[in-house]
């Protein structure tokens, strides 16, 4: 499709970027720890480590790879950990050790954690201590050899290292009882690191970075076999979104989201980093209490999220009272946004909260809002630099503007496909290179695109096909209602009828009420035909609504 459009839209941004300007991800990182380091590069529970103290711990943890467990170039290694200071150290220490960095959910099951160790041929793991009894249970069946452990506390400095620890483990009893024999401590890790040198490996753009699992919401987790060239291409191109806001080694940016998540993976941890912004860690987000607390302690200028977690800040009644001032850029992703939290976000913060698009599989950002965009547009945006979007029927044939049809991306950011997957990344690559999303989505005559829904959560009404999201989108703007998921389930008239699953923000709300609502703003075969609420909606580590949970237990009662 044409970009004469992509000008008019955002000054200055590039319609191709300039993919020699980086090696590897390892050269972007190093540049940063050179330029910006005496600056403050992460920060949590009180503990501050600057660029150079980064560069230093990195170096180290990549040394007791390579030295002291013999790991080669191409090795994988897992990081199952949730945000603590010892994430970035590991991670920056795998990548520049040549190694391939296997992200894994700290929440994970027992069977997860098996799939994804056995699927990625994981070598070595960095494992939070809360979740090695999950290890414990499933280590003789995976082809993991070393095993490095850390406590929520290590990096903290003493005495609070020891104190926060003890806490965790001996009085809120969140640490279970774990036995993994010959595991090393991973501060014990840095100091053996500290005993060698580091030995710089040659990367390319080529070279596998990471094998990002998928989220599973829509099947088996795969890995997306991400490259250092991905990921680079991926900096480039937001950095030149965001760099007409933003002053180099001057922005703070909140990180809620588990780094281990694409999402705060490539926008916070690397494209903030590569411009010298401090990474304030949420190591627990939906402790809003201790969040919103820890939000007043900082000047931010940038956060990013997901709707559900924006809905609930707006909805504590401690978020009003912040400081905005200084806030910049808030980004929301991995789901869609809904126009009614949007419209709380802008008058709340006096900042418009801005939608970004994009998938594990690219790296992952493929289309964002204009960032100086006034007011929430229901939109995605347009695509980003370097970057094809078209909309495709079921024959892979592009649509006619405005017409509904699978979105399929092309862009250096695209995977290289599913690791040991051929087949699976056949079904999802074009002829002609294009990455079929499985999101349904339009685009209007401006080359904004929209998000119309996920392909295999569209349910058919009597031959009309209805979009979850735009259900959802209606309901959550009536004022007694928090969260809701719409799905469809089987009826013997029209083949499926909605389903609505409601959080409730005022008791009184009933569901007589919902129906009324829902017919004054719908069509009649959109309004749910069953509703009911709950305590709480199914939901991904990263707060994504799970409908397919939903469906699960709908199909277990039939």
Same mark, same amino acid.
């Given at each position: ?21 980086y090696k590897s991800i390892v050269e972007v990182i190093e540049n940063s720890f050179k330029q ?199 900096m480039i191109q937001a950095r030149a979104w965001i760099r007409n806001c933003i002053t180099p ?122 960032? @100086?965009?006034?007011?929430?547009? &229901?939109? /995605? +945006? #347009? ?6 979007? %078209? =909309?495709? !029927? ?37 002829? @002609?290179?294009?990455?079929?999303? &499985?999101? /349904? +989505? #339009? ?6 695109? %929209? =998000?119309? !829904? ?37 009826? @013997? ?66």
């Open positions: 499709m044409s970009k004469k459009w992509f000008e008019s839209y955002q000054e200055g941004v590039p319609h191709e970027i300039d993919m020699s300007e910006f380091a005496s600056k403050p590069s992460f920060h949590c529970m009180g503990k501050t480590l600057s660029f150079s103290e980064m560069d230093i711990l990195s170096q180290k943890f990549a040394s007791f790879l390579q030295n002291n467990l013999g790991l080669k170039k191409g090795a994988r290694v897992a990081l199952m950990m949730p945000n603590i200071l010892q994430y970035p150290v590991a991670l920056f220490g795998v990548l520049r050790a040549g190694m391939i960095a296997v992200n894994v959910n700290p929440l994970y099951t027992d069977r997860e954690l098996e799939h994804q160790l056995n699927d990625s041929g994981a070598e070595a793991i960095i494992i939070f201590a809360n979740s090695a009894h999950i290890l414990e249970k499933v280590k003789a069946n995976t082809k993991v050899k070393h095993v490095m452990v850390t406590q929520i506390g290590d990096m903290l400095g003493f005495p609070k290292s020891l104190l926060v620890n003890f806490v965790i483990k001996n009085v809120k009893k969140m640490v279970p009882a774990w036995n993994l024999p010959g595991h090393v401590k991973f501060l014990d890790a840095l100091a053996l690191g500290d005993e060698n040198k580091f030995q710089r490996v040659e990367l390319t753009h080529d070279d596998t970075a990471f094998l990002q699992y998928t989220g599973g919401t829509t099947g088996v987790s795969k890995g997306a076999d991400l490259t250092h060239g991905n990921i680079v291409a991926n080694g001057e922005e703070i940016i909140i990180t809620p989201l588990p780094l281990y998540h694409i999402f705060s993976l490539t926008a916070n941890c690397f494209i903030f980093s590569s411009v010298g912004a401090l990474n304030v860690l949420i190591t627990n987000p939906r402790d809003f209490d201790g969040f919103v607390k820890e939000l007043g302690k900082w000047k931010f200028s940038a956060v990013t999220g997901v709707n559900t977690l924006f809905n609930a800040l707006l909805n504590h009644p401690e978020f009003s009272k912040l400081d905005f001032s200084s806030l910049k850029v808030t980004l929301g992703g991995g789901m869609a946004v809904q126009r009614a939290v949007a419209e709380k976000w802008k008058t709340i913060t006096g900042k418009p909260l801005i939608e970004a698009y994009g998938l594990t599989e690219t790296s992952p950002a493929a289309c964002i809002n204009p960032l @100086d965009i006034p007011e929430y547009n &229901g939109m /995605i +945006g #347009v695509p980003i630099s370097s970057t094809d979007v %078209k =909309i495709l !029927d079921d024959d892979n044939n592009e649509v006619a503007q405005g017409e509904r049809g699978e979105i399929a991306i092309k862009g250096p950011q695209v995977m290289r496909g599913y690791w040991n997957r051929p087949e699976e990344t056949a079904k999802v690559m074009t002829s @002609d290179g294009y990455f079929k999303t &499985g999101d /349904i +989505g #339009v685009m209007d005559e401006k080359g904004f695109f %929209k =998000i119309v !829904d996920r392909k295999k959560d569209m349910i058919l009404v009597s031959g009309f096909n209805v979009y979850p999201n735009e259900i959802e989108d209606v309901v959550v703007s009536h004022p007694k209602i928090l969260e809701a998921a719409a799905i469809g389930i089987p009826h @013997d008239k029209s083949g499926e009828v909605v389903k609505l699953f409601i959080v409730k923000k005022d008791d009184s709300l009933t569901e007589s009420e919902v129906i009324e609502f829902c017919k004054a703003e719908m069509t009649g075969y959109k309004v749910p035909k069953a509703i009911e609420f709950r305590a709480e909606l199914p939901k991904s580590n990263v707060g994504k609504i799970l409908r397919k949970d939903l469906r699960a237990e709908e199909l277990a009662k039939a």
